[in-house]
Protein backbone atom coordinates (compact mmCIF):
# COMPACT_ATOMS: atom_id res chain seq x y z
CA UNK A 1 0.00 0.00 0.00
CA UNK A 2 3.25 2.02 -0.19
CA UNK A 3 3.16 2.90 3.42
CA UNK A 4 5.80 5.47 4.58
CA UNK A 5 6.96 5.05 7.97
CA UNK A 6 6.67 7.72 10.45
CA UNK A 7 9.84 10.70 10.50
CA UNK A 8 12.50 9.81 13.42
CA UNK A 9 11.34 12.10 15.45
CA UNK A 10 8.10 10.36 16.32
CA UNK A 11 7.64 9.61 19.92
CA UNK A 12 3.82 8.79 19.72
CA UNK A 13 4.16 4.81 19.67
CA UNK A 14 0.66 4.38 20.53
CA UNK A 15 -2.49 5.66 18.34
CA UNK A 16 -5.47 5.72 20.50
CA UNK A 17 -8.15 6.85 18.05
CA UNK A 18 -8.09 4.27 15.02
CA UNK A 19 -11.69 2.97 13.14
CA UNK A 20 -12.03 -0.30 11.41
CA UNK A 21 -14.91 -1.40 9.07
CA UNK A 22 -17.08 -1.97 11.96
CA UNK A 23 -17.69 1.63 11.62
CA UNK A 24 -16.37 4.43 8.96
CA UNK A 25 -12.64 2.90 8.83
CA UNK A 26 -11.26 1.60 4.96
CA UNK A 27 -9.81 -1.58 6.87
CA UNK A 28 -9.95 -4.77 8.77
CA UNK A 29 -8.27 -5.00 12.34
CA UNK A 30 -5.54 -7.38 10.71
CA UNK A 31 -5.04 -4.55 7.93
CA UNK A 32 -4.88 -1.96 10.98
CA UNK A 33 -2.09 -4.01 12.76
CA UNK A 34 0.10 -4.62 9.35
CA UNK A 35 -0.05 -0.58 9.20
CA UNK A 36 0.19 -0.28 13.00
CA UNK A 37 3.80 -2.27 12.36
CA UNK A 38 4.89 -0.20 9.24
CA UNK A 39 4.48 2.95 11.29
CA UNK A 40 6.42 1.86 14.59
CA UNK A 41 3.55 2.41 16.32
CA UNK A 42 3.49 -1.11 19.32
CA UNK A 43 -0.63 -0.28 20.06
CA UNK A 44 -3.58 0.35 18.47
CA UNK A 45 -6.70 1.38 20.24
CA UNK A 46 -9.64 0.12 17.68
CA UNK A 47 -12.50 2.72 18.89
CA UNK A 48 -14.96 2.53 16.44
CA UNK A 49 -18.13 4.74 16.36
CA UNK A 50 -20.68 3.80 18.93
CA UNK A 51 -24.19 3.27 17.48
CA UNK A 52 -26.34 5.94 17.12
CA UNK A 53 -23.92 6.78 13.95
CA UNK A 54 -25.85 5.59 10.91
CA UNK A 55 -22.92 4.43 9.43
CA UNK A 56 -21.84 2.17 12.18
CA UNK A 57 -22.31 -1.23 11.40
CA UNK A 58 -23.01 -3.43 14.60
CA UNK A 59 -19.77 -3.51 17.21
CA UNK A 60 -21.53 -5.57 19.38
CA UNK A 61 -20.26 -8.06 16.96
CA UNK A 62 -16.97 -6.61 16.33
CA UNK A 63 -14.03 -9.64 16.10
CA UNK A 64 -12.09 -7.75 18.92
CA UNK A 65 -14.70 -8.97 21.55
CA UNK A 66 -15.02 -12.21 20.33
CA UNK A 67 -13.67 -14.97 22.61
CA UNK A 68 -12.03 -16.49 19.26
CA UNK A 69 -9.69 -13.34 19.18
CA UNK A 70 -6.21 -13.73 20.14
CA UNK A 71 -5.31 -12.18 23.23
CA UNK A 72 -1.45 -12.49 22.77
CA UNK A 73 0.22 -9.17 20.86
CA UNK A 74 2.90 -11.88 19.74
CA UNK A 75 0.24 -13.12 17.53
CA UNK A 76 0.70 -9.77 16.00
CA UNK A 77 3.70 -9.16 15.97
CA UNK A 78 4.36 -7.77 18.96
CA UNK A 79 1.42 -4.94 18.17
CA UNK A 80 -1.02 -4.01 21.12
CA UNK A 81 -4.77 -4.32 20.44
CA UNK A 82 -6.69 -1.85 22.98
CA UNK A 83 -10.31 -2.68 22.86
CA UNK A 84 -12.39 0.37 22.57
CA UNK A 85 -14.89 2.83 21.17
CA UNK A 86 -15.77 6.26 20.47
CA UNK A 87 -19.12 6.75 21.76
CA UNK A 88 -21.53 9.72 20.95
CA UNK A 89 -22.41 12.51 23.60
CA UNK A 90 -26.11 12.57 23.12
CA UNK A 91 -28.47 16.03 23.38
CA UNK A 92 -29.47 14.60 26.91
CA UNK A 93 -26.48 14.19 28.33
CA UNK A 94 -25.49 10.78 28.48
CA UNK A 95 -24.14 8.79 25.50
CA UNK A 96 -24.76 5.90 23.33
CA UNK A 97 -23.01 3.16 24.78
CA UNK A 98 -25.92 1.70 27.01
CA UNK A 99 -27.68 0.75 23.34
CA UNK A 100 -24.89 -2.14 23.33
CA UNK A 101 -26.36 -5.49 23.99
CA UNK A 102 -24.15 -7.22 24.59
CA UNK A 103 -20.94 -5.57 25.56
CA UNK A 104 -20.63 -4.11 29.35
CA UNK A 105 -18.45 -1.05 29.66
CA UNK A 106 -15.94 -2.97 31.69
CA UNK A 107 -15.40 -4.96 28.85
CA UNK A 108 -13.76 -1.97 26.97
CA UNK A 109 -10.17 -1.02 27.82
CA UNK A 110 -10.93 2.92 26.56
CA UNK A 111 -13.67 4.32 26.64
CA UNK A 112 -13.22 7.67 24.30
CA UNK A 113 -16.11 10.62 23.96
CA UNK A 114 -16.45 12.89 21.34
CA UNK A 115 -19.37 14.67 19.56
CA UNK A 116 -20.48 14.11 16.32
CA UNK A 117 -23.43 15.04 13.98
CA UNK A 118 -25.40 12.33 12.04
CA UNK A 119 -28.10 10.75 14.38
CA UNK A 120 -26.73 12.10 17.63
CA UNK A 121 -29.18 14.98 17.40
CA UNK A 122 -26.14 17.29 17.86
CA UNK A 123 -26.64 20.31 15.20
CA UNK A 124 -23.40 21.29 14.00
CA UNK A 125 -22.49 25.06 14.84
CA UNK A 126 -24.63 24.78 18.19
CA UNK A 127 -24.64 27.31 20.91
CA UNK A 128 -21.30 26.59 23.19
CA UNK A 129 -23.06 26.76 26.53
CA UNK A 130 -25.48 23.53 25.18
CA UNK A 131 -22.39 21.44 24.50
CA UNK A 132 -20.66 22.04 27.15
CA UNK A 133 -23.57 21.60 29.45
CA UNK A 134 -23.88 18.53 27.66
CA UNK A 135 -20.47 17.47 27.90
CA UNK A 136 -20.35 17.93 31.54
CA UNK A 137 -23.49 16.10 32.52
CA UNK A 138 -22.06 12.65 30.50
CA UNK A 139 -18.61 12.96 32.31
CA UNK A 140 -20.01 13.36 35.33
CA UNK A 141 -22.56 10.43 35.88
CA UNK A 142 -20.95 7.87 33.29
CA UNK A 143 -17.09 6.33 32.27
CA UNK A 144 -15.32 8.15 30.49
CA UNK A 145 -11.87 7.65 29.40
CA UNK A 146 -10.61 9.62 26.60
CA UNK A 147 -12.25 13.10 25.30
CA UNK A 148 -11.64 13.41 21.58
CA UNK A 149 -11.11 16.64 18.92
CA UNK A 150 -12.45 18.79 21.49
CA UNK A 151 -11.30 21.72 19.66
CA UNK A 152 -13.30 21.13 16.69
CA UNK A 153 -14.70 24.45 15.00
CA UNK A 154 -18.32 22.06 14.70
CA UNK A 155 -18.95 21.41 17.79
CA UNK A 156 -17.86 24.45 19.79
CA UNK A 157 -17.36 23.92 23.79
CA UNK A 158 -15.40 25.95 26.83
CA UNK A 159 -12.72 24.58 27.01
CA UNK A 160 -11.53 25.62 30.58
CA UNK A 161 -14.47 23.79 31.86
CA UNK A 162 -14.08 21.14 29.77
CA UNK A 163 -9.92 21.03 31.26
CA UNK A 164 -11.31 20.97 34.82
CA UNK A 165 -13.75 18.76 34.56
CA UNK A 166 -11.25 16.31 33.08
CA UNK A 167 -8.75 17.02 35.43
CA UNK A 168 -11.28 15.75 38.35
CA UNK A 169 -11.98 13.12 36.50
CA UNK A 170 -8.65 11.53 35.46
CA UNK A 171 -9.79 11.92 32.04
CA UNK A 172 -7.48 12.47 28.63
CA UNK A 173 -7.78 15.05 26.58
CA UNK A 174 -7.11 14.69 22.67
CA UNK A 175 -4.89 16.66 19.93
CA UNK A 176 -6.33 15.45 17.02
CA UNK A 177 -4.30 14.68 13.69
CA UNK A 178 -6.63 14.25 11.10
CA UNK A 179 -8.82 17.08 12.16
CA UNK A 180 -5.90 19.39 12.16
CA UNK A 181 -4.95 18.10 8.87
CA UNK A 182 -8.45 18.47 6.97
CA UNK A 183 -9.12 22.27 8.97
CA UNK A 184 -11.54 21.03 11.39
CA UNK A 185 -10.17 22.38 14.59
CA UNK A 186 -10.06 25.42 16.37
CA UNK A 187 -6.38 26.83 16.33
CA UNK A 188 -7.50 29.41 18.95
CA UNK A 189 -9.03 26.60 21.19
CA UNK A 190 -6.84 24.35 21.03
CA UNK A 191 -3.93 26.81 21.79
CA UNK A 192 -6.00 27.98 25.01
CA UNK A 193 -6.31 23.78 25.47
CA UNK A 194 -2.75 23.47 25.54
CA UNK A 195 -2.48 26.29 27.98
CA UNK A 196 -4.52 25.02 30.53
CA UNK A 197 -3.23 20.96 29.79
CA UNK A 198 -0.26 22.14 31.08
CA UNK A 199 -1.24 24.50 33.91
CA UNK A 200 -3.69 21.83 35.55
CA UNK A 201 -1.88 19.14 35.02
CA UNK A 202 -4.54 17.52 32.89
CA UNK A 203 -3.80 14.33 30.74
CA UNK A 204 -2.70 14.83 27.22
CA UNK A 205 -2.87 12.22 23.82
CA UNK A 206 -1.92 12.69 20.66
CA UNK A 207 -4.00 10.61 18.19
CA UNK A 208 -4.44 10.24 14.29
CA UNK A 209 -8.76 9.29 14.12
CA UNK A 210 -7.31 7.08 11.26
CA UNK A 211 -9.90 5.42 8.79
CA UNK A 212 -7.73 5.54 6.39
CA UNK A 213 -3.99 3.80 6.03
CA UNK A 214 -2.31 7.24 4.96
CA UNK A 215 -4.27 8.43 8.40
CA UNK A 216 -3.59 5.57 10.89
CA UNK A 217 -0.51 6.48 13.21
CA UNK A 218 0.26 9.53 11.10
CA UNK A 219 0.85 12.32 13.97
CA UNK A 220 2.87 15.16 11.72
CA UNK A 221 0.07 17.23 11.83
CA UNK A 222 0.34 17.44 15.56
CA UNK A 223 3.82 17.68 15.58
CA UNK A 224 3.77 20.82 13.43
CA UNK A 225 1.65 22.59 16.02
CA UNK A 226 3.69 21.50 18.86
CA UNK A 227 6.84 23.25 17.19
CA UNK A 228 4.74 26.55 16.83
CA UNK A 229 3.68 26.39 20.08
CA UNK A 230 7.09 25.06 21.99
CA UNK A 231 5.30 22.54 23.50
CA UNK A 232 7.14 19.43 24.67
CA UNK A 233 6.15 16.08 22.72
CA UNK A 234 7.29 14.12 25.92
CA UNK A 235 4.14 15.68 27.96
CA UNK A 236 2.14 13.36 25.66
CA UNK A 237 1.03 10.45 27.59
CA UNK A 238 1.32 8.01 24.87
CA UNK A 239 4.91 8.45 24.10
CA UNK A 240 5.12 6.39 26.88
CA UNK A 241 4.75 2.29 26.89
CA UNK A 242 4.78 2.79 30.62
CA UNK A 243 2.46 5.93 31.22
CA UNK A 244 0.42 4.27 28.59
CA UNK A 245 -0.49 0.85 30.08
CA UNK A 246 -0.60 2.14 33.33
CA UNK A 247 -3.73 4.67 32.21
CA UNK A 248 -5.13 1.97 30.38
CA UNK A 249 -5.29 -0.33 33.65
CA UNK A 250 -6.53 2.59 35.87
CA UNK A 251 -9.34 3.37 33.85
CA UNK A 252 -10.57 -0.11 33.34
CA UNK A 253 -10.05 -1.27 37.11
CA UNK A 254 -12.59 1.69 37.29
CA UNK A 255 -15.26 0.34 35.37
CA UNK A 256 -14.87 -2.92 37.32
CA UNK A 257 -15.66 -1.78 40.98
Not at 226 to 252: G, H, M, V, W
Request: a neutral charge; proline letters at 5%; aromatic letters at 8%.
Amino acid sequence: MGIEPLPDFSKVIYDLHVHSIASDGLHTVFEIIDIARSRGLIGVNISDHGPAQKHTNKISSNFIFNERFPPNPDFYGGIQIIKGIEANLLVDGTYDLFELKKIHPSRFDLISLGIHGDNTGFPRKQCEIFNTKKMLQCIENYPVDILTHPCTLAFPLNIEKIVNACVEKGIALEINNTNLRLGKTDLNQLKLMLKLVKAYGCRLVANSDGHTWHEIGCFEKIYEFLLIQKFPIDYILNTSEEKTLAFIKERKTLRQK
